[in-house]
């Protein structure tokens, strides 16, 4: 069984800043990727963020400059740090891992139960 736990979310007046975790464990072989994703009231999910191997990672335009993910590949850990928050930021924002099973080496995707950020203006 995969696990996948985000943290770090809040209430954060515009302009402010927050960052959220995400911690993958369980029965995992390699990570190919780990993202990113939020859903505002009304919206569809979409993409945020993600990392994938080496040092690359692709950012959605409308956080471009303003947030940074990073990964500890030694923790099966992913970090999104948010600055410059706007109101339009507030979302439930979810953590996406892409893995290989340890037994089966099937790529799977599991994803975390998601954490609240509120921005007021």
């Known amino acids: 069984q995969v696990r996948v736990v985000e943290s770090g979310g809040g209430l954060v007046q515009a302009g402010g800043s927050l960052r959220l975790s995400c911690a993958a464990s369980?029965?995992?072989?390699?990570?190919?990727?780990m993202g990113w994703y939020r859903q505002a009231p009304g919206k569809e999910r979409e993409l945020v963020a993600e990392s994938t191997s080496g040092s690359s990672a692709n950012y959605a335009d409308f956080v471009k400059g303003r947030f940074t993910i990073s990964r500890d590949n030694a923790k099966n850990t992913v970090y999104l740090q948010m600055n410059s928050l706007k109101p339009e930021d507030t979302a439930v924002y979810y953590c996406?891992?892409?893995?290989?099973?340890?037994?089966?080496?099937?790529?799977?995707?599991?994803w975390g139960q998601g954490t609240q950020v509120t921005v007021s203006s």
């Open positions: 996406a891992v892409d893995y290989r099973d340890y037994d089966l080496r099937f790529e799977r995707t599991a």
């Open positions: 369980g029965s995992i072989f390699t990570i190919n990727a």
